[in-house]
């Protein structure tokens, strides 16, 4: 289950976060500095074990935070040394052979390699996709950041839904589309054709010219509780009502905290358009189950 999506890196709410390093203790740029700068105690670590000398391309080793875990993911020996094909294949080889023994059950990677390390993205995107796209999980490349806001004409109803929607309760999410359908009965984005929206004894209606859709509270529960869990794409906001995915999708941008994301899932043609929790909104939400950290958990 590999898709590309766009956005950094660094706001993903998966459970795991892959950091690019080097084997001498070194954090001195880019996505390993940031990951420096919010895991002091993971660097500390870190920097102990690459003195131990234990720490080389083809080896792993995993911090499992109290948020969220980071899979430290060697591409060069050195910080001044340019990153090797080889050593990405290496581990990504040994990723995918023992990701699930490690309890690894969804990851979100960067270009590895690219950018500092100086390799060339057009390289590692078919090793990246050979062994990552059959796996079970949902696995998540950050190959650049496509900024997706609403159109001007829709801002005004967006902040008007702000004011009536202050928690992420199902209830609040009830009373956002009621009020989107009150305010709002024909609505329409660029590029997607016009429709209608009703919201009658708790049932909400969408009506295009050529069809009619309708979801009852427990349609909306479970789109309202994938949203909580991470990313809302057509399937699950059409989890009763294929047709009318796109036009929800639509209806939960305007709510203060989801945002647009383009993703594009491996082996289809275009990219498309999702919806998540806004990232300090999700990172303030989440509670994960914290678990003890071994040393060297995995190498």
């Not at 009318?244 to 594009?264: E, F, S």
Request: charged share 25%.
């Amino acid at each position: 289950m590999l898709t590309y999506k766009r956005t950094s890196l660094l706001e993903a709410n998966t459970q795991t976060l892959v950091n690019t390093v080097n084997c001498v203790g070194v954090m001195g740029k880019g996505i390993a500095k940031a990951f420096k700068q919010r895991e002091p105690n993971m660097f500390t670590a870190y920097k102990r074990i690459c003195d131990q000398k234990l720490l080389e391309p083809g080896k792993l080793w995993l911090w499992r935070g109290s948020e969220q875990w980071v899979l430290n993911f060697p591409t060069k020996k050195h910080w001044r040394s340019p990153s090797r094909i080889e050593w990405v294949e290496a581990g990504l080889e040994k990723f995918a052979s023992t990701y699930e023994e490690q309890g690894v059950t969804d990851i979100a990677f960067p270009k590895l390699g690219c950018g500092n390390g100086g390799l060339e993205w057009e390289d590692v995107k078919p090793l990246m996709e050979h062994y990552l796209s059959g796996l079970p999980i949902p696995v998540y490349i950050h190959d650049f950041t496509k900024d997706i806001g609403l159109p001007e004409h829709l801002e005004p109803l967006a902040l008007e839904i702000r004011k009536l929607v202050d928690d992420l309760s199902f209830q609040s999410f009830i009373r956002a589309l009621e009020s989107i359908a009150r305010l709002a009965p024909k609505l329409r984005l660029e590029g997607e054709r016009e429709f209608e929206i009703s919201f009658d004894n708790d049932t909400l209606g969408i009506q295009t010219q050529n069809h009619d859709w309708f979801f009852e509270e427990d349609d909306l529960r479970g789109v309202w509780l994938s949203l909580l869990n991470g990313l809302v794409t057509k399937e699950k906001a059409g989890w009763t009502a294929k047709g009318a995915a796109g036009p929800l999708l639509t209806m939960m941008q305007l709510l203060p905290d989801v945002r647009a994301v383009q993703i594009h899932r491996h082996g289809r043609p275009d990219p498309e358009l999702a919806v998540e929790l806004k990232p300090e909104v999700a990172a303030s939400f989440e509670v994960r189950n914290p678990s003890a950290q071994a040393e060297l958990p995995w190498h």
